[in-house]
């Protein structure tokens, strides 16, 4: 990830039923180097007005949103596999994620190759450059917080987060000044305060919280990623090939 040379990493994250390997994969977002976002949403049986979602969304985020409306799972993934042909180059686009796959493991890939072979869909990410934005933030930012001779990591995304935007007006500034371009944006439309919440959500049908909720969680993402390429040397973070 080099400042300098290219803008052009996508920040993913998913909703899942649950942690084990028979849950479902509910929502996976994806934000873009030109502020917009996509989300692909398993709907099951339960209903999702795409026009009022999106204009919702949009309008929460401040960032045009699209949508996509799949049956089941196996529709998901199939569109998440159609998102990355149609919309990755893959000289120059990379994913980025937040905890997703890292040397001491990680979550959303794992859980999404699980969820191909269980449901015999092809993996979408193959060749795809991808950078685990979880380590460099650990390692070369300083994340802790101490108290009364304690002290606590906010090592999750919603916690760093919150450490290192959340009313803060000069990385606001300082963000806007990169080539010109306003990447800094508020993203306090979160409904809930973890995941756990988001999936009692989706299996009472309501639909619409979990999407803010990883559409928030990816708008972090890929705030978190221009704060790691700006001040985080290029050999502290690690590249791979799906």
């Known amino acids: ?25 509910t929502v996976s977002g994806f934000w873009f180097p030109d502020g917009h976002a996509t989300l692909i949403i398993n709907a099951g049986s339960h209903s999702v007005d795409k026009d009022a979602f999106e204009e919702h969304l949009s309008e929460v985020s401040n960032a045009p949103v699209s949508l996509v409306v799949a049956p089941d799972e196996v529709g998901l993934l199939e569109e998440m596999r159609q998102l990355v042909f149609e919309r990755f180059d ?12 890292s040397w ?33 933030l650990k390692k070369r930012l300083n994340t802790t917080h101490t108290a009364y001779g304690t002290s606590d990591s906010a090592n999750s995304l919603t916690g ?57 969680d990816v708008h972090r993402t890929w705030e978190i990623g ?10 502290d973070i690690t590249e791979k090939k799906l």
Request: charged letters at 25%.
């Open 104 to 136: 001491k493991g990680g979550f959303d890939l794992p859980f999404v190759r699980t969820r191909c072979i269980r449901q015999g869909v092809h993996w979408m990410f193959d060749g795809i450059v991808f950078a685990d934005l979880w380590e460099p």
């Open 226 to 235: 221009e704060l790691v390429r700006e001040f985080v040397s290029s050999k």
């Open 1 to 25: 990830m080099h400042h300098q040379s290219d803008r052009d990493h996508v920040a993913w994250d998913i909703e899942t039923t649950g942690f084990g390997w028979s849950a479902e994969v």
């Open 90 to 101: 893959r000289e120059y686009d990379r994913l980025v994620a937040f905890n997703a796959e």
């Open 160 to 216: 760093s987060y919150a450490l290192l935007f959340d009313q803060n007006e000069g990385l606001s500034d300082l963000l806007d000044d990169l080539d010109g371009h306003a990447w800094y944006r508020e993203s306090p439309y979160d409904p809930f305060e973890d995941s756990g919440s988001a999936a009692a959500h989706y299996r009472e049908g309501d639909l619409l919280p979990v999407c803010l909720h990883n559409l928030a």
